[in-house]
Protein backbone atom coordinates (compact mmCIF):
# COMPACT_ATOMS: atom_id res chain seq x y z
CA UNK A 1 0.00 0.00 0.00
CA UNK A 2 1.43 3.34 -0.99
CA UNK A 3 2.22 5.34 1.99
CA UNK A 4 -0.41 8.65 2.60
CA UNK A 5 0.47 12.47 1.80
CA UNK A 6 -1.47 14.82 3.08
CA UNK A 7 -0.34 18.33 2.24
CA UNK A 8 -1.54 21.72 3.00
CA UNK A 9 -1.56 24.44 0.90
CA UNK A 10 -1.83 28.55 1.42
CA UNK A 11 -1.88 31.26 -1.23
CA UNK A 12 1.94 31.25 -0.87
CA UNK A 13 2.19 28.62 -4.01
CA UNK A 14 0.00 30.28 -6.50
CA UNK A 15 1.95 33.16 -5.25
CA UNK A 16 4.66 31.57 -7.56
CA UNK A 17 1.95 31.44 -10.61
CA UNK A 18 1.54 35.06 -10.51
CA UNK A 19 -1.18 35.45 -8.18
CA UNK A 20 -1.32 38.08 -5.27
CA UNK A 21 -1.55 36.80 -1.61
CA UNK A 22 -3.89 37.89 0.65
CA UNK A 23 -1.80 39.95 2.92
CA UNK A 24 0.73 41.36 0.13
CA UNK A 25 1.04 44.72 0.67
CA UNK A 26 1.23 45.72 -3.07
CA UNK A 27 -1.38 42.68 -3.42
CA UNK A 28 -5.41 42.31 -4.76
CA UNK A 29 -6.81 43.29 -1.36
CA UNK A 30 -5.13 46.39 -1.36
CA UNK A 31 -7.48 49.30 -1.24
CA UNK A 32 -10.11 46.98 0.01
CA UNK A 33 -11.68 46.55 3.22
CA UNK A 34 -12.03 43.40 4.16
CA UNK A 35 -15.41 43.78 5.74
CA UNK A 36 -16.54 45.17 2.43
CA UNK A 37 -15.40 42.17 0.02
CA UNK A 38 -15.22 39.08 2.18
CA UNK A 39 -17.94 39.18 4.87
CA UNK A 40 -21.66 38.42 4.43
CA UNK A 41 -22.25 42.50 5.60
CA UNK A 42 -20.12 43.26 2.95
CA UNK A 43 -22.04 41.57 0.61
CA UNK A 44 -25.39 43.32 1.41
CA UNK A 45 -24.06 46.33 1.96
CA UNK A 46 -22.73 46.38 -1.57
CA UNK A 47 -22.98 43.62 -3.69
CA UNK A 48 -22.02 45.29 -7.11
CA UNK A 49 -18.64 45.95 -5.49
CA UNK A 50 -18.22 42.63 -4.34
CA UNK A 51 -18.88 40.90 -7.40
CA UNK A 52 -16.93 43.21 -9.24
CA UNK A 53 -13.78 42.34 -6.89
CA UNK A 54 -14.09 38.63 -7.08
CA UNK A 55 -14.87 39.25 -10.78
CA UNK A 56 -11.42 40.32 -11.51
CA UNK A 57 -10.04 37.80 -9.05
CA UNK A 58 -11.37 34.90 -11.09
CA UNK A 59 -10.28 36.60 -14.67
CA UNK A 60 -6.71 36.74 -13.03
CA UNK A 61 -6.77 33.24 -11.64
CA UNK A 62 -8.01 31.99 -15.25
CA UNK A 63 -4.97 33.49 -16.70
CA UNK A 64 -2.15 31.92 -14.35
CA UNK A 65 -0.58 28.68 -14.83
CA UNK A 66 0.51 26.23 -12.36
CA UNK A 67 4.19 26.27 -11.74
CA UNK A 68 6.67 23.75 -10.67
CA UNK A 69 5.19 23.44 -7.08
CA UNK A 70 1.82 22.73 -8.20
CA UNK A 71 3.47 19.70 -10.96
CA UNK A 72 5.58 18.16 -7.93
CA UNK A 73 2.58 17.67 -5.94
CA UNK A 74 0.31 16.17 -8.87
CA UNK A 75 3.96 14.23 -9.99
CA UNK A 76 3.92 12.45 -6.59
CA UNK A 77 0.62 11.13 -7.18
CA UNK A 78 2.57 8.32 -9.65
CA UNK A 79 3.97 7.01 -6.29
CA UNK A 80 1.96 8.21 -3.05
CA UNK A 81 -1.63 8.19 -1.98
CA UNK A 82 -1.64 12.71 -2.41
CA UNK A 83 -4.57 14.26 -0.67
CA UNK A 84 -4.42 18.16 -1.05
CA UNK A 85 -6.21 20.25 1.36
CA UNK A 86 -5.72 24.03 0.00
CA UNK A 87 -6.77 26.98 1.53
CA UNK A 88 -6.92 28.49 -1.84
CA UNK A 89 -9.86 29.61 -4.36
CA UNK A 90 -8.04 28.85 -7.64
CA UNK A 91 -7.72 25.71 -9.27
CA UNK A 92 -4.10 25.80 -10.13
CA UNK A 93 -3.91 22.25 -8.15
CA UNK A 94 -6.34 20.90 -10.49
CA UNK A 95 -5.30 22.24 -13.82
CA UNK A 96 -1.68 20.66 -12.78
CA UNK A 97 -3.26 16.99 -12.45
CA UNK A 98 -3.72 16.52 -8.51
CA UNK A 99 -6.96 14.57 -8.15
CA UNK A 100 -7.77 14.66 -4.39
CA UNK A 101 -8.18 18.21 -3.38
CA UNK A 102 -10.09 19.45 -0.56
CA UNK A 103 -11.11 23.47 -1.32
CA UNK A 104 -11.55 24.89 2.52
CA UNK A 105 -12.51 28.34 1.22
CA UNK A 106 -14.23 27.51 -1.91
CA UNK A 107 -13.40 27.92 -5.47
CA UNK A 108 -13.40 30.97 -7.75
CA UNK A 109 -14.76 29.34 -10.56
CA UNK A 110 -18.02 28.41 -8.65
CA UNK A 111 -21.09 30.54 -7.95
CA UNK A 112 -23.51 29.95 -5.57
CA UNK A 113 -26.89 30.84 -4.14
CA UNK A 114 -26.89 33.58 -1.95
CA UNK A 115 -29.68 31.61 -0.25
CA UNK A 116 -29.19 27.87 -0.74
CA UNK A 117 -25.35 26.78 -0.31
CA UNK A 118 -26.11 23.57 -2.12
CA UNK A 119 -26.85 25.17 -5.29
CA UNK A 120 -23.29 25.39 -6.85
CA UNK A 121 -22.70 25.82 -10.69
CA UNK A 122 -19.31 26.21 -12.57
CA UNK A 123 -19.12 29.35 -14.14
CA UNK A 124 -15.61 28.71 -15.40
CA UNK A 125 -13.89 32.28 -15.90
CA UNK A 126 -16.95 34.35 -16.60
CA UNK A 127 -18.16 37.23 -14.92
CA UNK A 128 -21.28 37.31 -12.41
CA UNK A 129 -23.55 40.21 -13.04
CA UNK A 130 -25.94 41.33 -10.24
CA UNK A 131 -29.76 39.74 -12.14
CA UNK A 132 -27.77 36.27 -12.43
CA UNK A 133 -30.04 33.85 -10.56
CA UNK A 134 -29.33 30.56 -8.97
CA UNK A 135 -31.92 27.57 -10.27
CA UNK A 136 -33.47 28.57 -6.58
CA UNK A 137 -34.34 32.40 -8.51
CA UNK A 138 -31.86 33.69 -5.98
CA UNK A 139 -28.98 36.03 -6.70
CA UNK A 140 -25.82 33.87 -7.64
CA UNK A 141 -22.82 34.84 -5.13
CA UNK A 142 -19.09 33.76 -5.00
CA UNK A 143 -18.63 30.40 -4.35
CA UNK A 144 -15.87 31.50 -1.74
CA UNK A 145 -16.00 31.14 2.48
CA UNK A 146 -16.02 35.15 3.59
CA UNK A 147 -14.58 35.84 7.16
CA UNK A 148 -17.61 34.67 9.49
CA UNK A 149 -18.94 31.94 7.71
CA UNK A 150 -18.55 28.57 8.57
CA UNK A 151 -16.12 25.91 6.84
CA UNK A 152 -17.75 23.40 5.56
CA UNK A 153 -14.73 20.71 4.71
CA UNK A 154 -13.50 21.11 8.04
CA UNK A 155 -15.85 18.41 9.27
CA UNK A 156 -13.78 15.96 7.08
CA UNK A 157 -10.16 16.99 7.13
CA UNK A 158 -8.92 15.88 10.72
CA UNK A 159 -9.60 12.40 10.03
CA UNK A 160 -7.51 12.62 6.93
CA UNK A 161 -4.97 14.29 8.70
CA UNK A 162 -4.74 12.15 11.52
CA UNK A 163 -4.09 9.06 8.88
CA UNK A 164 -1.13 10.85 7.32
CA UNK A 165 2.05 9.13 7.10
CA UNK A 166 3.69 12.02 5.10
CA UNK A 167 2.93 16.08 6.30
CA UNK A 168 3.33 18.85 4.10
CA UNK A 169 2.91 22.24 4.49
CA UNK A 170 3.70 25.22 2.00
CA UNK A 171 2.46 28.79 0.83
CA UNK A 172 0.87 29.39 4.30
CA UNK A 173 2.19 31.15 7.66
CA UNK A 174 -0.41 28.97 9.52
CA UNK A 175 -1.99 32.29 10.54
CA UNK A 176 -5.55 31.60 9.54
CA UNK A 177 -7.84 29.30 10.85
CA UNK A 178 -9.57 27.18 11.01
CA UNK A 179 -7.22 25.67 8.60
CA UNK A 180 -4.06 26.20 11.08
CA UNK A 181 -5.39 24.24 13.45
CA UNK A 182 -4.80 20.97 11.19
CA UNK A 183 -1.51 20.60 12.43
CA UNK A 184 -2.68 19.83 15.56
CA UNK A 185 -3.99 16.28 14.04
CA UNK A 186 -0.65 15.29 13.01
CA UNK A 187 0.20 11.84 14.54
CA UNK A 188 3.72 11.86 16.21
CA UNK A 189 4.61 8.88 13.99
CA UNK A 190 4.07 11.40 10.74
CA UNK A 191 6.87 12.72 9.16
CA UNK A 192 6.21 16.31 8.80
CA UNK A 193 8.00 19.12 6.53
CA UNK A 194 7.57 22.66 5.66
CA UNK A 195 8.04 24.41 2.50
CA UNK A 196 8.16 28.02 3.48
CA UNK A 197 11.22 30.75 2.64
CA UNK A 198 10.48 32.75 5.92
CA UNK A 199 9.54 31.99 9.79
CA UNK A 200 6.34 31.27 10.27
CA UNK A 201 4.36 33.12 12.98
CA UNK A 202 3.40 29.52 14.77
CA UNK A 203 6.13 27.61 16.88
CA UNK A 204 6.64 24.23 15.40
CA UNK A 205 8.42 21.02 17.56
CA UNK A 206 11.22 19.98 16.82
CA UNK A 207 10.27 17.15 14.24
CA UNK A 208 9.49 19.54 11.48
CA UNK A 209 11.80 19.74 8.60
CA UNK A 210 12.20 23.32 7.43
CA UNK A 211 12.61 23.75 3.67
CA UNK A 212 13.34 27.23 3.45
CA UNK A 213 12.71 27.73 0.26
CA UNK A 214 9.79 29.05 -1.64
CA UNK A 215 7.40 26.62 -3.21
CA UNK A 216 8.27 26.51 -6.74
CA UNK A 217 12.15 25.41 -5.59
CA UNK A 218 11.39 23.80 -2.77
CA UNK A 219 8.29 20.89 -3.42
CA UNK A 220 10.40 19.59 -6.41
CA UNK A 221 13.45 19.05 -4.25
CA UNK A 222 11.32 17.23 -1.67
CA UNK A 223 9.05 15.31 -4.14
CA UNK A 224 12.66 13.73 -5.37
CA UNK A 225 13.78 13.37 -1.53
CA UNK A 226 10.29 11.07 -0.90
CA UNK A 227 10.38 8.94 -4.02
CA UNK A 228 14.10 8.08 -3.63
CA UNK A 229 13.49 7.24 0.30
CA UNK A 230 10.72 4.80 -0.18
CA UNK A 231 11.36 3.78 -3.55
CA UNK A 232 14.53 1.60 -1.06
CA UNK A 233 11.95 0.41 0.74
Request: aromatic letters at 6%; hydrophobic letters at 40%.
Amino acid sequence: MSPKIVVLTGSGISKDSGLATFRDSGGLWENHEIEEVATLDGWYANKQKVLNFYNDRRKQAALAEPNLGHKALSDLESFFDVTIITQNVDDLHERAGSEKIIHLHGLLREAKSEKDDSIIVDIGSQSIRLGDLASDGEQLRPNVVWFGEAVPAMQEVPEIVIDADIFIVTGTSLAVYPAASLIHYVSGNTEKYLVDPGDIEMNLPDDWKHIKEGASEGLPKLADQLKKKYQKK
